[in-house]
């Protein structure tokens, strides 16, 4: 073994503790609930067709073993739509056994959302619930708010970490996502949610909305009242804010610009 193999592999979160083929004893391994995406009948569609051209062969389901939900257990930390469809179809499956070198709820939880991560696409969503459900505080608040505001997990990146970007995406998937100035950003928030009906509905558009709010040095409703202030004006003649994405930030500059005397 290669000395960058050997750094990797004591360095590893992952113990491989068998791998087992061709088995039809896969559906006996459980599924701990608020740790895997729901079941979505149309993913298990695809995969019913792609099973029957291709077969179950190349199809591995990754069992964790854990003792962090009380007692010892197997669970399916990835494959549960594989196992259901090779199940329908009378198929086998290979299953590789795994395990934790810390064994924890929230690392077990951190681990099945990492495989999703790299191997499929989850909405973000599902990571909140997940996360929010495996007692992390952040993201139990975050789950209250996106449903007493409707906002966007996107939004919130944006006025809790003030950037909506690849990094703080990630970091969120990862389980890692934490308020840098929670008191600062709920104050943002309130300035953001008194300005709904008045702005797009789009959190893509709304990122203009939040370029400009950095602008007032934390004087966001003071923005916010002028915005509805021009919108209420629009509106006498028939007009809203532009739902494109340039237009609308640079609408939201200019009020800033003349409201805060910026040049």
């Known amino acids: 073994m290669k000395n960058s193999e050997k750094n990797i592999a004591q360095n590893s979160k992952l113990i491989e503790i068998g791998n087992f083929k061709q088995t039809m004893d896969y559906m006996k391994y ?18 019913i067709e792609s099973f029957k051209d291709y077969g179950s062969v190349s199809s591995t389901v990754i069992i964790l073993e854990t003792s962090a939900f009380g007692g010892l257990k197997q669970i399916k930390a ?12 009378n198929m086998p499956l290979n299953v590789q056994v795994v395990k934790l070198t810390n064994d924890t709820k929230v690392n077990v939880i951190k681990y099945i959302a990492s495989l999703n991560n790299y ?21 139990q608040k975050l789950r209250e708010l996106t449903k007493l505001t409707g906002l966007t997990v996107t939004d919130f990146l944006y006025i809790f970490r003030g950037n909506g970007g690849q990094k703080e995406s990630k970091n969120f998937k990862n389980g890692d996502f934490k308020f840098i100035d929670e008191i600062d950003s709920t104050k ?10 008045h702005v797009p509905n789009k959190s893509y558009v709304r990122r203009g909305l939040y370029f400009a709010m950095k ?36 609408e939201m500059v200019l009020i800033c610009k003349k409201e805060f005397n910026i040049d």
């Open 215 to 250: 602008m007032t040095k934390g004087e966001y409703q003071r923005l916010a009242n002028a915005i509805i202030k021009v919108c209420i004006e629009k509106e006498k003649y028939g007009l809203s804010f532009s739902e494109n994405e340039t237009h609308f930030k640079n």
């Open 119 to 139: 191997l499929k696409t989850w909405r973000n969503e599902i990571y909140l619930e997940i996360y929010a459900n495996a007692d992390i505080l952040e993201y």
């Open 30 to 47: 459980e599924i701990i609930k608020g740790t895997n995406r729901p079941i979505d009948e149309k993913h298990i569609q695809l995969l």
């Open 78 to 89: 990835d494959g549960q739509h594989r196992c259901i469809v090779a199940n329908r179809l």
């Open 188 to 197: 943002l928030l309130d300035a953001v949610v008194s300005l709904s009906g």
